[in-house]
């Protein structure tokens, strides 16, 4: 690490995005079982004494590129779901805005959304520090659910979930209350959605559905269609939230 035209504090300042920088470029290569303090530093050319004294453990370092994933990927979500609001876009349209930003982010990323989405790394016991950023993006698809709801422009569901309430109360808390019938399971058809959106990326990421299908992002919006009709959300086909 080139350290030279900086002052000690200057260094200090710097250096956990320099190491933060190699250690994404190994976990593209290797994964997150492949990361340590040592194979970040040879990785990136710097001293292990350096690295250490910022991330004295692996742990840290996973914690903190874990909270920056989470919220790199939060925040193209919430731009871009700002874009389709200042377009006055129905909540169709914003949810497909918000969920082909994720797509983009996690192509351009494919080692942060492994981690953060693929395997957990063994022997990682991810902090309480990782729950706030984790939670920007149901954050975003819940405040477009609530819109939804709000402007009327939900279906009522065909089918109830049965029973009592399947929810933790973080989860209704994320989404202001837990609304009235005929809405009144929608925060368990908005977890549907979250983790159909997921489990989509995953397939695509990982080239799941590169032998099957023919034009992978014309699925993907066929695909978040789909799963929208779960929470009676209609998106317009071939909808244009650019």
Known sequence: MDLSGTSA????????????????????????????????????????????AVFPHRDDLLTALVIDAYNESGAAME??????????????????????????????????????????VPGYHAPQDTVPPASRTPAVLAGIVRSALEAGELAPPRRAVPGPPLLLPEAVELFGGVPEAPFSDIIERGIVLWSNLIGLLVFQVFSRTHDSVRDESAFFDFAIAVAAESIGLDVPSGENTD
């Open 9 to 52: 504090a200057d260094a200090n300042d710097t250096r956990p995005e320099v190491i933060k920088a190699a250690a994404r470029q190994l976990l593209v290569k290797s994964g997150a079982g492949g990361l340590s303090l040592e194979a970040v530093a040879g990785d990136g050319g710097l001293r292990v004494a350096d690295v250490e």
């Open 79 to 120: 731009q871009a779901d700002q874009i389709a609001r200042d377009a006055h876009a129905s909540a169709g349209a914003r949810l497909l805005a918000v969920a082909r930003a994720l797509r983009q982010w996690s192509f351009d990323n494919p080692g942060q959304f492994t981690l953060i989405y693929g395997s957990p």
